[in-house]
């Protein structure tokens, strides 16, 4: 972080590309993801939807409040650092495996190997999309669609 690649960028701002691209990540790991999560038994079809308004705001605040501090710690500072001392790729699984040790606690009770493992998956996706975009915001907001489809969705 003290000496971020030349491509990190914390700007807010993305380009028509790079949304798509973190669409287009939240598409192939919901794809791979849900099946998995239903299947196990760790997801299950819980919708709460409460609005249009309450969705957007619920988005908003995914991405602002979880989506930029996670994605600033894991892609921004792990995935960085260990890129820089090994190789991109290593640095972008390293990062994303860590990602999903730190949500193996959530959810009585621990350790929740099932959440670790779609978490993994989900670092992955994130740690893709920053690895092609260069920003951050980029992994935030496919982090807080994610997040948001899990909260609104799925029981998880």
Do not use: C
């Not at 990540?25 to 794809?31: I, K, Q």
């Not at 501090?69 to 890129?83: D, K, T």
């Not at 893709?128 to 997040?147: C, F, I």
């Amino acid at each position: 972080v003290a000496h971020p690649r030349r491509s990190f960028d914390v700007r807010l701002g993305l380009s028509l590309r790079e949304l798509g691209l973190a669409l287009g990540a939240v598409l192939v790991l919901a794809t791979v993801s849900i099946p998995l999560g239903l299947l196990s038994g760790f997801l299950h079809w819980e919708p709460r939807w409460m609005g249009v308004s309450h969705a957007a705001a619920r988005i908003f605040g995914l991405i602002l409040f979880v989506g930029i501090p996670e994605e600033l710690l894991f892609r921004g500072v792990y995935q960085e650092a260990f890129s820089r001392i090994w190789t991109p790729r290593t640095g972008w699984i390293v990062a994303s495996v860590l990602f999903g040790l730190v949500h193996i606690v959530k959810h009585a009770p621990p350790p929740n190997w099932q959440l670790a493992l779609l978490a993994t998956g989900a670092g992955l996706a994130y740690g893709w999309v920053y690895a092609r975009t260069g920003k951050l915001a980029a992994a935030a907001v496919a982090h807080g669609v994610v997040n948001w489809l899990w909260s609104t969705w799925l029981g998880a």
